[in-house]
């Protein structure tokens, strides 16, 4: 299974980004996504996650009310859109394939995408 994640650029404050995620995976709907981001020298952090059935999503609080998770099985893809971006939301956001429901450990999350970068200046 691959991720390839994509839709990272650079955006001025208050402006919205949306990053996708595709999986090659033919078992997508079997999983939880999720998706994290690392600054530079700063610890991977996590941004959101949703359930295999798409019915249920979760949310690090410093996105809470601005960013929002989704996914698509018919295509295999997992979307993150992010509005209202601050400076503080610069950093590579990776997509990740995990096992446990409303998990926010990268540790439960198996696969990992390449990571796509985003860059929100003032």
């Known amino acids: 299974v691959q991720l390839q994640a994509s839709g990272g650029g650079l955006v001025q404050a208050g402006g919205s980004l949306r990053l996708s995620c595709a999986s090659s995976g033919r078992i997508f709907s079997s999983h939880v996504m999720g998706w994290f981001r690392q600054a530079p020298g700063r610890e991977r952090e996590f941004v959101a996650g949703?359930?295999?059935?798409?019915?249920?999503?979760w949310y690090g609080d410093s996105v809470k009310g601005r960013f929002t998770i989704s996914r698509d099985s018919a295509k295999n893809t997992v979307y993150l859109q992010a509005n209202s971006l601050k400076p503080e939301d610069s950093a590579v956001y990776y997509c990740?394939?995990?096992?446990?429901?409303?998990?926010?450990?990268?540790?439960?999350?198996?696969?990992w995408g390449q990571g796509t970068l985003v860059t929100v200046s003032s």
């Open positions: 949703i359930a295999r059935n798409g019915q249920s999503t």
């Open positions: 990740a394939r995990g096992v446990q429901h409303r998990s926010t450990s990268a540790t439960d999350y198996t696969t």
